[in-house]
């Protein structure tokens, strides 16, 4: 992987293990060469994600739409700050620009393009892998719920394994790099199962 994308909080969150995380993450990444992407914030863990990675002296690129270039006090002393018309626009660049995905902890903003690069990824759009760094268990109750959602056939076996996860950096990227996406059509799947 030469880039990986993290979605973050614009927040640092009640935990101070979160700005730990993400400086750890931060350094993993340069260690192993790997570029960032992320959404172009100064504030929260996203600015603390940016600033691990451009002090260890990895590439940073930023990508923020428009309307929240203010609101999200978006980090000018990125060497590549791109600002985008949409929310949209801003997904389809990351995910163009990224070879891989993490998810630390964040909200709505982070859920969504979680989500929304998983979903893709299920539909086959893409083939690359996506993890949750679960810091001080932050996921386990939406884990949990994936579980479920699996256990009530919403999701097939084979794309609730489309999330990988780990507590610390170096074994979350170390997953990512061995990732095989699974060979499932599921269109077929879902003709399959209303045949039944």
Request: aromatic share 8%.
């Amino acid at each position: 992987m030469k880039r990986i994308c993290v979605y973050c909080g614009s927040s640092p969150g009640a935990n101070q293990a979160y700005t730990i995380a993400a400086h750890a993450l931060g350094k993993v990444m340069t260690d192993q060469g790997i570029g960032l992407v992320y959404g172009g914030g100064s504030v929260g863990l996203m600015g603390q994600i940016a600033q691990s990675v451009a002090d260890h002296g990895g590439e940073v690129i930023g990508i923020i739409p428009r309307d929240l270039d203010f609101r999200e006090v978006s980090n000018r002393s990125l060497t590549d700050l791109r600002i985008v018309g949409s929310m949209h626009e801003r997904k389809a660049m990351m995910e163009e620009l990224s070879d891989g995905f993490i998810a630390m902890p964040g909200g709505y903003g982070t859920l969504d393009e979680v989500f929304e690069i998983l979903t893709w990824s299920q539909l086959g759009l893409h083939h690359k892998p996506i993890g949750f760094l679960n810091v001080n268990g932050y996921y386990e109750n939406l884990l949990a719920f994936l579980d479920h959602v699996k256990q009530e056939q919403f999701i097939e076996e084979a794309f609730r394994q489309l999330i990988l996860t780990a507590e610390e950096p170096l074994s979350l990227i170390d997953q990512m790099n061995r990732f095989d996406h699974p060979k499932v059509d599921k269109a077929k799947l879902a003709l399959k199962k209303n045949k039944k």
